[in-house]
């Protein structure tokens, strides 16, 4: 017999319907030679700190006597429920898996896990706890069609192939650990608010931080611009000047304006040709996300849900996937896919070329497409219709028989030789794949000009004033993540791809596809980021979080992000070993804790929350350090002392608290920003009855 083991439930129904005759056991299908079982996605998590490093008897909150933490060999335990304990169902689970795997008649095992890092350790770490050393081999399924999985069984590979998969896939657990849990603990007992610290979250709530402070900062500065709209030939001519005058030289503006009118214009070229517009490259999960976000409003987590269900019932392939384009040998398969969809009677036909099969820009999955099996009418809800529909569309755009032609003009208007204007418009002539698929560009019809022609202008100084960055959308936020190190190119043109996917090969960007919708949701749970519409805008929680963590000396930029992302990719090309990635994050962690000493020394360090800091000048009770500040105990029957502990953009130390409170003064403090003039300056702090103030 040969088990499967596949990594969710609806995986393991659907390979067993496609092998067929296969009768229900409990938690496991059988006939024709296979076994079907399955997990429940993560069945083992990662032990935590208190299992390396035991905290003393009667001791069960965290505390910073075992930490940091590294450990030796890195531990997997069955999962646990909030009250520490094992469901029964996992545990009943992973019970039946461990039985079949050394079920005597067993011969051979199969690693059915999603096709990517996650699915491919899922099931290695089952079975390497059902310490079971069988041939071990992996279905890799693009689609959950009866085709492809009937065919996948007869093409299967052993599981060494994968190894390098798997290494990455579990130096990215290892390392999303240590910092998850080093730094969350820490940053935690430091502030005394759960501070949610990970390799990934963090640079993407910085990221919406640094854009929102941007936009709440911005002083928008007015300027004037000659400007001229007149008609002519049966047309608009709009033309906007490139020449800006601050707002007091509306003088000088108005001298141009007037050079400009009286010169007029004439037009020195024009360019008229019909063109063949493509259309949109198919979809990786990233590019289908911005396109629902941006025309439905459609969240992230809601469109991965959805497509990962439409994934299951055979209707399209892997959502996951960071390509947009199909493998070369895959030529067949699309062919299928077209025969299906031409019965539905969209104009398709097969098209090859770069744009559609590149192998160079494939790492695990080809784009994401609709699959030969096509869903009735009333399969699809409406959402899920929307997110079907658009895949569809896109693939009968891609490989649409009816071609887009357009009439492409430029015409160039110079003005009194002193500045030279540009005018395009674009007209379809003929819709071609437009019909199916959204054509961005809008339309604008050109006045009919012929070279030398005089233009009639009337220039006037237009009053504008510059813009702030805007929010990050759905759209601009992947965009950014995918590569961080780029503008933002939302609006780029679709050919010029080369970079972005240089920036995935090499783990330039941040978190990937499989991870990114999940830690984006995560934050949005932790309150540290809102979506409203497809709006993105950092809320208290999340200034808090940056804030507090800048203050800590916690850098988790995009820098540090993509430097360990750069490393697990070269654990997946095998230039480096797992303990290798382990070591440079356990360097970059512990840079954390030496900063914890070289805060004392630099008067920075404002201690943990709970620590006494003296007594308080007005009552007598403890004032001990708080989530704002120091506090003093007695609050609750009326005392209001408390000192921030943060004043002008420094932060306040305990020792000098300490100091404060004994003598009622602190020492010598640089590094106070007047808010006047944003320039540093020192002061002593001292006691003025109940109050702190500057003592120069």
Same mark, same amino acid.
């Given at each position: 017999?040969?088990?499967?083991?596949?990594?969710?439930?609806?995986?393991?129904?659907?390979?067993?319907?496609?092998?067929?005759?296969?009768?229900?056991?409990?938690?496991?299908?059988?006939?024709?030679?296979?076994?079907?079982?399955?997990?429940?996605?993560?069945?083992?998590?990662?032990?935590?700190?208190?299992?390396?490093?035991?905290?003393?008897?009667?001791?069960?909150?965290?505390?910073?006597?075992?930490?940091?933490?590294?450990?030796?060999?890195?531990?997997?335990?069955?999962?646990?429920?909030?009250?520490?304990?094992?469901?029964?169902?996992?545990?009943?689970?992973?019970?039946?898996?461990?039985?079949?795997?050394?079920?005597?008649?067993?011969?051979?095992?199969?690693?059915?896990?999603?096709?990517?890092?996650?699915?491919?350790?899922?099931?290695?770490?089952?079975?390497?706890?059902?310490?079971?050393?069988?041939?071990?081999?992996?279905?890799?399924?693009?689609?959950?069609?009866?085709?492809?999985?009937?065919?996948?069984?007869?093409?299967?590979?052993?599981?060494?192939?994968?190894?390098?998969?798997?290494?990455?896939?579990?130096?990215?657990?290892?390392?999303?650990?240590?910092?998850?849990?080093?730094?969350?603990?820490?940053?935690?007992?430091?502030?005394?608010?759960?501070?949610?610290?990970?390799?990934?979250?963090?640079?993407?709530?910085?990221?919406?931080?640094?854009?929102?402070?941007?936009?709440?900062?911005?002083?928008?500065?007015?300027?004037?611009?000659?400007?001229?709209?007149?008609?002519?030939?049966?047309?608009?001519?709009?033309?906007?000047?490139?020449?800006k005058f601050e707002k007091k030289e509306l003088s000088k503006a108005q001298e141009l304006c007037n050079l400009y009118n009286e010169k007029k214009g004439v037009v020195t070229d024009k360019k008229t040709k019909k063109d063949t517009l493509s259309a949109g490259k198919l979809f990786s999960l990233t590019k289908l996300q911005n396109v629902l976000g941006?025309?439905?409003?459609?969240?992230?987590?809601?469109?991965?849900?959805?497509?990962?269900?439409?994934?299951?019932?055979?209707?399209?392939?892997?959502?996951?996937?960071?390509?947009?384009?199909?493998?070369?040998?895959?030529?067949?398969?699309?062919?299928?896919?077209?025969?299906?969809?031409?019965?539905?009677?969209?104009?398709?036909k097969f098209k090859d070329g770069k744009t559609i099969f590149d192998d160079s820009k494939i790492e695990s999955h080809s784009a994401l497409t609709p699959t030969h099996k096509i869903p009735s009418k009333t399969a699809l809800s409406e959402e899920e219709a929307k997110v079907y529909g658009t895949i569809m569309r896109r693939f009968v755009a891609v490989?649409?028989?009816?071609?887009?032609?357009?009439?492409?003009?430029?015409?160039?208007?110079?003005?009194?030789?002193?500045?030279?204007?540009?005018?395009?418009?674009?007209?379809?002539?003929?819709?071609?794949?437009?019909?199916?698929?959204?054509?961005?560009?809008?339309?604008?019809?050109?006045?009919?000009?012929?070279?030398?022609?005089?233009?009639?202008?009337?220039?006037?100084?237009?009053?504008?004033?510059?813009?702030?960055?805007?929010?990050?959308?759905?759209?601009?936020?992947?965009?950014?993540?995918?590569?961080?190190?780029?503008?933002?190119?939302?609006?780029?043109?679709?050919?010029?791809?080369?970079?972005?996917?240089?920036?995935?090969?090499?783990?330039?960007?941040?978190?990937?596809?499989?991870?990114?919708?999940?830690?984006?949701?995560?934050?949005?749970?932790?309150?540290?980021?809102?979506?409203?519409?497809?709006?993105?805008?950092?809320?208290?929680?999340?200034?808090?979080?940056?804030?507090?963590?800048?203050?800590?000396?916690?850098?988790?930029?995009?820098?540090?992000?993509?430097?360990?992302?750069?490393?697990?990719?070269?654990?997946?090309?095998?230039?480096?070993?797992?303990?290798?990635?382990?070591?440079?994050?356990?360097?970059?962690?512990?840079?954390?804790?030496?900063?914890?000493?070289?805060?004392?020394?630099?008067?920075?360090?404002?201690?943990?929350?709970?620590?006494?800091?003296?007594?308080?000048?007005?009552?007598?009770?403890?004032?001990?350090? #708080?989530?704002?500040?120091? $506090?003093?105990?007695?609050? !609750?029957? %009326?005392?209001? @002392? +408390?000192?921030?502990?943060?004043?002008? &953009?420094?932060?306040?130390?305990?020792?000098?608290?300490?100091?404060?409170?004994?003598?009622?003064? #602190?020492?010598?403090?640089? $590094?106070?920003?007047?808010? !006047?003039? %944003?320039?540093? @300056? +020192?002061?002593?702090?001292?006691?003025? &009855?109940?109050?702190?103030?500057?003592?120069?």
């Amino acid at each position: 017999m040969k088990l499967i083991i596949a990594e969710k439930p609806s995986l393991a129904r659907n390979i067993a319907g496609a092998i067929g005759n296969m009768k229900k056991a409990p938690r496991y299908f059988e006939g024709e030679g296979y076994i079907v079982t399955w997990a429940f996605g993560h069945l083992f998590s990662l032990a935590d700190i208190e299992h390396y490093s035991p905290l003393p008897d009667g001791e069960n909150r965290w505390s910073m006597k075992n930490l940091p933490c590294f450990p030796k060999k890195f531990e997997f335990e069955l999962k646990k429920n909030q009250d520490k304990k094992v469901d029964s169902g996992v545990l009943e689970q992973f019970n039946t898996i461990r039985d079949l795997c050394n079920r005597a008649d067993v011969t051979e095992i199969i690693n059915a896990g999603d096709a990517d890092r996650e699915g491919e350790i899922i099931v290695r770490t089952c079975v390497m706890k059902s310490e079971t050393d069988k041939p071990f081999k992996r279905l890799w399924l693009p689609d959950q069609t009866n085709e492809t999985i009937l065919q996948g069984l007869l093409e299967m590979k052993d599981e060494t192939h994968y190894d390098n998969l798997a290494k990455e896939g579990y130096a990215r657990t290892f390392i999303d650990w240590l910092y998850g849990v080093n730094l969350t603990r820490y940053a935690t007992l430091k502030t005394g608010t759960l501070m949610r610290v990970g390799r990934v979250i963090v640079p993407i709530v910085k990221a919406i931080y640094d854009r929102d402070m941007q936009i709440r900062n911005f002083v928008p500065d007015t300027y004037y611009a000659p400007y001229s709209l007149t008609e002519q030939s049966g047309g608009e001519i709009e033309l906007t000047s490139k020449q800006k005058f601050e707002k007091k030289e509306l003088s000088k503006a108005q001298e141009l304006c007037n050079l400009y009118n009286e010169k007029k214009g004439v037009v020195t070229d024009k360019k008229t040709k019909k063109d063949t517009l493509s259309a949109g490259k198919l979809f990786s999960l990233t590019k289908l996300q911005n396109v629902l976000g941006k025309k439905y409003k459609m969240p992230m987590d809601e469109s991965l849900r959805i497509v990962q269900g439409l994934y299951e019932k055979g209707y399209v392939t892997y959502p996951r996937t960071n390509s947009e384009y199909m493998a070369t040998a895959e030529k067949g398969k699309v062919k299928q896919i077209l025969s299906a969809v031409e019965k539905l009677g969209y104009p398709v036909k097969f098209k090859d070329g770069k744009t559609i099969f590149d192998d160079s820009k494939i790492e695990s999955h080809s784009a994401l497409t609709p699959t030969h099996k096509i869903p009735s009418k009333t399969a699809l809800s409406e959402e899920e219709a929307k997110v079907y529909g658009t895949i569809m569309r896109r693939f009968v755009a891609v490989f649409c028989s009816e071609e887009c032609i357009a009439q492409k003009s430029e015409i160039k208007i110079d003005v009194a030789g002193k500045e030279e204007f540009t005018l395009k418009g674009t007209i379809i002539l003929q819709a071609g794949w437009t019909k199916y698929d959204e054509y961005t560009k809008k339309d604008k019809i050109l006045p009919n000009l012929e070279k030398g022609d005089i233009i009639d202008v009337n220039f006037t100084p237009k009053e504008k004033e510059t813009s702030p960055l805007k929010h990050y959308t759905i759209e601009t936020l992947n965009n950014y993540l995918k590569n961080p190190f780029r503008e933002d190119k939302a609006n780029a043109k679709t050919e010029d791809d080369e970079e972005e996917y240089r920036a995935i090969f090499e783990g330039l960007e941040l978190g990937t596809e499989a991870t990114r919708t999940g830690i984006i949701e995560n934050a949005i749970k932790s309150n540290y980021i809102s979506l409203k519409k497809d709006v993105y805008t950092i809320l208290p929680d999340g200034e808090n979080l940056i804030e507090s963590l800048s203050r800590m000396g916690i850098s988790m930029d995009k820098y540090k992000t993509s430097y360990l992302g750069q490393a697990l990719k070269k654990v997946y090309k095998g230039e480096i070993t797992v303990k290798d990635s382990i070591l440079l994050t356990e360097r970059e962690i512990e840079k954390v804790f030496v900063r914890e000493e070289q805060s004392i020394q630099r008067d920075t360090d404002d201690g943990f929350i709970g620590d006494i800091a003296g007594r308080c000048p007005l009552c007598g009770k403890n004032v001990v350090r #708080t989530k704002f500040g120091y $506090g003093c105990e007695g609050y !609750k029957d %009326g005392c209001k @002392f +408390s000192v921030n502990n943060v004043i002008l &953009g420094r932060v306040i130390s305990l020792s000098n608290i300490k100091m404060l409170l004994e003598s009622g003064k #602190t020492s010598k403090i640089e $590094g106070f920003i007047s808010k !006047k003039t %944003g320039k540093p @300056f +020192s002061a002593v702090l001292k006691l003025d &009855g109940d109050k702190v103030t500057f003592d120069f």
